[in-house]
Nanobody
């Protein structure tokens, strides 16, 4: 019913930039929050940034370097990542709280993830 597809990952040198995109498609009534999480090898998945109802939230480690934005008309969320560090290396996952037509409540959906590698 709902699909999230990420794009924009890749290999970048320390100090470089990448822009991730995530588009939601399918049949649904509305999207509430959209956000980005990441999981590095051997570590738990962690929140990176979320955007909902005009407000944004970031994990401390990316403050001032990453910017999350949404295009509600396109059901798309972006993550602009600047000044990348090797410790930003991880699989980045898109998440969205979606209400489908047959449901009364919102449910979280995940994309398959996109690899970001920061290395010289």
């Amino acid at each position: 019913q709902v699909q999230l597809v990420e794009s924009g990952g890749g290999l970048v040198q320390p100090g470089g930039s990448l822009r991730l995109s995530c588009a939601a498609s399918g049949s649904f009534r509305s999207i509430r929050a959209m956000g980005w999480y990441r999981q590095a090898p051997g570590k738990q998945r962690e929140l990176v940034a979320t955007a909902s109802a005009g407000s944004t939230n970031y994990v401390d480690s990316v403050l001032g370097r990453f910017t999350i934005s949404r295009d509600n008309a396109k059901n798309t969320v972006y993550l602009q990542m600047n000044s990348l560090k090797p410790e930003d290396t991880a699989v980045y996952y898109c998440n969205a709280d979606v209400r489908v037509y047959s449901a009364l409540a919102y449910k979280g959906y995940w994309g398959p993830g996109t690899q970001v590698t920061v290395s010289s």
